[in-house]
């Protein structure tokens, strides 16, 4: 008697479940599919926003997904916080499972990341870039994509019309600008600085650093590393920047003027030099202009005796933390990065060299001025190799007071050597 009203009730609560199916399935089905999803091996990816290669490395992402499906990847692109963020996770020892290094894998993050020097495509590294991203002892940090190979962008027609010479020293840069000005009568501007973005200014300091201090035969490189640097020396940088402006050789508008603007103004024939942008502002000025000839040329020397130069190394790296609790998906993640189609869509679209070989990517115009400068020397960026992290910012702003009369060269640098001896102390 008993085991019948077992059963009567077991057969109630069947038929109540089946009713329960039938009325809410596809609440039921959710349920089974989120438990499903939820079981699936998840890593998390961080990447820089605003990139111009952001839309690309999201699409491979989305591509490994669909090749992967038992793979959750929570994909995160953070905007201008994102060092602030990885400082946090850093303090934490929490990290993305993989993540952009953005210029500093060795520095910054070195002691996060997994040595990818056994990866499959390892072998396939440039050994133009390599360098930068490995140790002494063969520990390769990231997966260098591309190769950033920066230097001045500029009109080609409008320096042909005008009859000048791509300038090899800082002071043809000067000339070729005053020849500019007066040629056109006032109507192409010389050189565009982006300086409503503080990081417009920044670059300007950054690039021409390396021709002022680091690149010369006799340089202050070491000087700089171990702190007994003369900050004094940096005056002339300023003053170089202050005789551009005052001699109306850069854009009125320097300070308030975004990158936008010098997309658009490049793009509309109005610049014969793009300031000190990467070659990516020529993709850009080119969907708005696609019959514009641009080209990009080497860093003007700015010591007698020494020869134009890049600056360059890590552009779009991707790293795997050492400590993450999936490593082989993240590492499998990666070497799908690493494909030769996926290295040739993020060189083309930043327009530089990849940094893998064997992608066959094509740079379209830039492709010969590349070849034409293949054995220039190759400067890693200053603030990167040379100073503390932190002074970044302080080069930025100082240089926006600077344009705006606050300061003078010598207080910059005064500036400078104030928040580099803090820095590196605090940093140590």
Known sequence: MRNHKKLAVLGALLVSGIMLTGCNGNVQLKHVEEAKKDSGVRISIYY????????????????????????????NASTTEYENIMKIKMASRDMPDVFGTHGWAVRRYGAFLADLSHEEWAPRVKDSIRPIVTDKNGKLYVLPMDEDRTGPIFNVEILEKYGIKVPATFDQLIAACEAIKEKSNGTIIPMYIDGGNPGGIGNFYDLYSTPLLISPENNHAQEILDGTFDWSKYDLLSEKLLELKNKGLINK????????????????????????????????????????????????????????????????????????????????????????????????????????????????????????????????????????????????????????????????????????????????
């Open 48 to 75: 820089p926003k605003g990139m111009t290669v952001e839309g690309v490395i999201e699409e491979i992402t989305a591509n490994f997904k669909n090749e992967n499906p038992d793979i959750i990847v929570d994909f």
């Open 253 to 428: 508008d320097v300070l308030t003027a975004r990158s936008s603007d010098a997309i658009a103004a490049f793009a509309a024939g109005k610049v014969a030099f793009a300031g000190v942008s990467n070659p990516t502002i020529i993709g850009e000025a080119k969907k708005i202009n696609p019959d514009l000839k641009a080209g990009i040329m080497p860093i003007p020397a700015m010591v007698e005796g020494d020869e134009p130069t890049f600056v360059g190394g890590e552009r779009t790296t991707f790293g795997v933390w050492k400590d993450s609790p999936n490593i082989e998906v993240a590492k499998k993640y990666v070497a799908f990065l690493a494909r030769p189609e996926n290295i040739r869509k993020v060189a083309e679209v930043n327009r530089v060299p990849a940094g893998l070989t064997g992608a066959n990517e094509d740079l379209g115009e830039l492709t010969p001025y590349y070849e034409k400068y293949r054995n220039l020397r190759i400067f890693p960026y200053f603030d990167r190799a040379y100073l503390p992290s932190g002074m970044w910012d302080v080069m930025c702003k100082n240089g926006q007071d600077l344009l705006a009369g606050a300061i003078t060269p010598q207080q910059y640098s005064q500036n400078m050597k104030k928040e580099f001896d803090r820095l590196r102390a605090q940093n140590k």
